[in-house]
C-alpha cells in the first residue's frame, strides 16, 4: 500500500510565502515524477508544477518565477515553494506521484489534498 501525505497549507495574505510537503510511504521500489496540481472551485484540476527524478522541472505560465518544486529521494518527499502568493493562487493542493511498489506496477497515486487561501 502506497499513500502520499502533504502538509504546508494554509491562510496567508497576498505576497506572503508557504512551502507544501508531500512524503510518500509503503512498500515502494521507485518513483518517477513526481508533481503538484490545484483545483480551484469550479474549475478543472491543474497541473501547477513537475519534477523528474533526475530533477528536471516544468511549471504553469502563471507560476513561474515564484514557485519551486524540489525533491528529497532519500525522504521520497516532493515540496513546492510558494512565493509572492495572488488571491489567484487559492486553490485546494494535490501531490501526485507516479510509483512502482515492489510486486507491482507503475500506478499514479495522489495525495488528500491541502487547502491554500491567500488573501488580498
Known amino acids: 500500500q502506497v499513500q502520499l501525505v502533504e502538509s504546508g497549507g494554509g491562510l496567508v495574505q497576498a505576497g506572503g510565502s508557504l512551502r507544501l510537503s508531500c512524503a510518500a510511504s509503503?512498500?515502494?521500489?521507485?518513483?518517477?515524477?513526481m508533481g503538484w496540481y490545484r483545483q480551484a472551485p469550479g474549475k478543472q484540476r491543474e497541473l501547477v508544477a513537475a519534477?523528474?527524478?533526475?530533477?528536471?522541472?516544468n511549471y504553469e505560465d502563471s507560476v513561474k518565477g515564484r514557485f519551486t518544486i524540489s525533491r528529497d529521494n532519500v525522504k521520497k518527499t516532493v515540496y513546492l515553494q510558494m512565493n509572492s502568493l495572488k488571491p489567484e493562487d487559492t486553490a485546494v493542493y494535490y501531490c501526485?506521484?507516479?510509483?512502482?511498489?515492489?510486486?507491482?506496477?507503475?500506478?499514479?497515486?495522489w495525495g488528500q489534498g491541502t487547502q491554500v487561501t491567500v488573501s488580498s
Open positions: 501526485n506521484a507516479d510509483v512502482l511498489a515492489y510486486g507491482g506496477v507503475w500506478t499514479f497515486y
Open positions: 509503503g512498500s515502494i521500489f521507485s518513483i518517477r515524477n
Open positions: 519534477i523528474t527524478s533526475g530533477g528536471s522541472t
